[in-house]
């Protein structure tokens, strides 16, 4: 989750870039950087490490300039080092950047045909050269900008300058949030409120897939088909703006858009996308285990489950899930080469917590899915997987479920690798498709409307039964969680194959069906479940994709997902499933954030 700060000003910048660069350490970093228009050249300069590195650059190699970027780097193309380090130059362009560029290595390779040459491993640096490209073609700045983002697939927040423009900053977005602050005569760009605060208080969100020209007179915004738009800046508080809300009415709703970058920044954690493999963070060797068993409580839990059905599927690790409240009250018989597995949010959930020290007590070997790297779970267990979802205030869980996924994801493909069930070139394919994820889940999260519309009818319903087959049997379930926590309407999640087993039973015109139904090898028969549902009259909401929705169209209200692989389908599909939660909630008035009678961190058991 590296953090981005431009600055056109009228004061020294290199202060003020890095007094907001410490403002943006607490979303993890490895290497810092700045770069500036010094007499009318852009100069650089970069550190491993922490900001003191830079600051110490900057003491013996000082700059003098008023316009200028910084960033903050989270490894995810090329190890952490000053030469990887933000930002990256190409001719007259200067970028730095959040997120992923998934076809960098096709850019790089075309690039490198016109003669260009790369001094990084990053993908980064793919931008630059491609900018550069564009402008040496003859185009503006800002043509040469948005040519250049066209090219572009993954999810990303960039921003630029350009030697010979030295009043111009040039910013996009495209899933990671970026804000643009308004001065008194001078401008501001930064990946959240927080980054601009020591500078100004009036704060414009870009929308996904807009792209900004800043100079010291204001700044021109533009949608992703090119048209100019208005952003209004709205008031935020500088000193909470960490907490700030955005554009969004509730930190649920904006914790659902954080997802893109969430998963992109706890992906970093795992995979190497230049040699295309996944690790676990520590080296974790999967082949020296027999089993694993996972533990958690409540949302985690559901992550568990999903990950149960991609070890066996992908790695043929068998992994049992248990609710960790369970767990140590009824002798589980462990094995020495099983592997426990705790996975919570907060790292301070009680049960799952005494689930740990019960595997422990009995003589396992102890691993950790937390968000919180500081947390009891995570000094006592033996291996840290974190996650890098940052702060997550709604109670009901959204981006820290996505994180985890994600990284159970990541450790399935490191142990396919390990165990030997696949080859190098099936782990490269299957770690592209997880690099697509961010991507694909800021598309899902554009189907607002639709859900919108179906969320009004939702909201009246007093029972509502969730349908999926293989992993989405346990995002149904996490779907049916969802809609208790925040709208607290009764609903339920099961196997779509158990709907003749005895929910059947509950159908009738009052009890709306949701199926997670991804035009898959199950389709069919999920399909089948439906036309059940239908012909006893249950009005039925399916969440499918585009090759999927002519199949359904005459039987379902449909919710429109991208097509994604089984591998991260379950990804794929979450946002759906939290937004119809939300927008239920919203519909009847109920305190999204903070539903009656619970928690966020549950320390009691």
Aim: glycine share 8%; charged share 25%.
């Amino acid at each position: 989750m590296c953090g981005i700060i431009g600055i056109v000003g009228q004061t020294p910048v290199a202060p003020r870039l890095i007094e907001s660069l410490k403002r943006l350490e607490y979303r993890g970093y490895d290497s810092a950087g700045i770069a500036a228009f010094e007499n009318g050249r852009v100069v650089r300069r970069r550190a491993e490490g922490k900001l003191r590195n830079l600051e110490a650059v900057l003491q013996s190699e000082p700059v003098q300039a008023t316009v200028g970027v910084g960033h903050t780097r989270w490894a995810t193309h090329g190890r952490p080092s000053e030469r990887n380090a933000h930002p990256h130059q190409a001719g007259r362009v200067t970028v730095v950047h959040n997120g992923i560029i998934e076809n960098f290595a096709e850019l790089k390779a075309e690039l490198a045909g016109q003669g260009r040459s790369f001094e990084s491993e990053t993908d980064t640096e793919v931008v630059a050269h491609l900018i550069d490209s564009e402008l040496k073609a003859g185009k503006p700045p800002v043509e040469a900008f948005k040519a250049a983002l066209d090219r572009l697939r993954g999810a990303y927040a960039l921003a630029v300058i350009i030697e010979g423009e030295t009043q111009l900053v040039l910013g996009a977005r495209h899933g990671p949030p970026l804000v643009v602050g308004w001065g008194q005569g001078e401008m501001f760009l930064g990946s959240d409120a927080l980054a601009v605060g020591p500078f100004t208080n009036r704060v414009s969100y870009l929308h996904d897939g807009d792209y900004v020209a800043l100079d010291a007179q204001g700044a021109r915004v533009f949608d992703g088909t090119g048209a100019e738009v208005s952003r209004p800046p709205k008031q935020v508080s500088s000193s909470a703006a960490v907490m700030e809300k955005g554009n969004y009415r509730h930190f649920m709703e904006k914790e659902i858009h954080d997802q893109p970058e969430a998963v992109q920044h706890t992906l970093a954690a795992y995979l190497d996308p230049v040699r295309m493999r996944a690790e676990a963070p520590d080296g974790f060797d999967f082949s020296t285990i027999d089993r694993i068993q996972i533990v958690a409580c409540g949302t985690a839990y559901y992550a568990g489950v999903i990950a149960k059905y991609l070890f066996e599927r992908y790695a043929g690790l068998p992994t049992d899930v248990e609710v960790a409240s369970e767990f140590r009250y009824r002798s589980p018989a462990l094995s020495p080469r099983t592997l426990a597995i705790a996975i919570s949010q907060s790292g301070e959930t009680a049960d799952t917590l005494a689930a740990l020290r019960h595997a422990r007590a009995e003589g396992q070997k102890i691993a950790v899915v937390v968000n919180v790297p500081t947390s009891s779970m995570a000094r006592e267990a033996d291996r840290l997987w974190p996650t890098h979802a940052g702060p997550e205030i709604g109670v009901a869980s959204t981006k820290a479920f996505t994180a985890q996924v994600s990284a159970l994801t990541a450790l399935v493909i490191a142990a396919a690798g390990k165990r030997k069930k696949v080859d190098g070139n099936e782990q490269a394919r299957m770690v592209r498709l997880l690099l697509e994820a961010p991507r694909l889940i800021a598309e899902a999260s554009e189907a607002e409307d639709e859900v919108r519309a179906i969320a009004y009818d939702l909201s009246k319903a007093r029972d509502v039964l969730y349908l999926g087959r293989g992993a989405m049997s346990a995002l149904a379930m996490e779907g049916a969680l969802k809609l208790k926590e925040i709208s607290y309407i009764h609903a339920e999640g099961y196997a779509a194959g158990e709907l003749k087993h005895g929910p059947i039973a509950l159908i009738d015109e009052q009890t709306p069906v949701i199926a997670l139904a991804p035009y898959d090898e199950l389709f069919e028969k999920t399909q089948s479940n439906l036309q059940e549902v239908g012909a006893r009259g249950g009005p039925v909401i399916a969440v499918t994709d585009r090759r999927g929705a002519p199949h359904l169209s005459s039987t379902a209200r449909l919710i429109i997902a991208p097509e994604a692989d089984p591998l991260i389908a379950p990804l794929v599909f979450a946002p759906a499933i939290q937004l119809l939660a939300y927008y239920t909630a919203v519909h009847k008035g109920t305190d999204v954030d903070q539903p009656r009678n619970l928690a966020k961190s549950v320390t009691v058991e």
